[in-house]
């Protein structure tokens, strides 16, 4: 195989491989905001995502979410 580039670019392409190879990903990575800041954010949020789960798995809040559930069948099987 040659290295060198294909010929012109299909006017529409038809098939999902014609269309990744066309779509224009680094254009969209240097020119838009979000690009830039995901990460960031993703690495601010972590501490906050992992308070939310450890208050939302400890071993008082199970229980009482078992007990609410317990109540809640009972309710609906008198």
Known sequence: MSDAPVG???KFPYTFS???AQFPIKHYINNQWIWK?????VVACL???YK???LANSPA???NWAE???KEEAEHHH
């Not at 800041?37 to 954010?41: C, V």
């Open 8 to 10: 012109r670019p299909m």
């Open 18 to 20: 014609a269309k990744i």
């Open 37 to 41: 800041y995901y990460f960031i954010s």
């Open 47 to 49: 501490p906050i995502f």
């Open 52 to 54: 939310i789960h450890k």
């Open 61 to 63: 809040n199970v229980r």
């Open 68 to 70: 609410s559930k317990r």
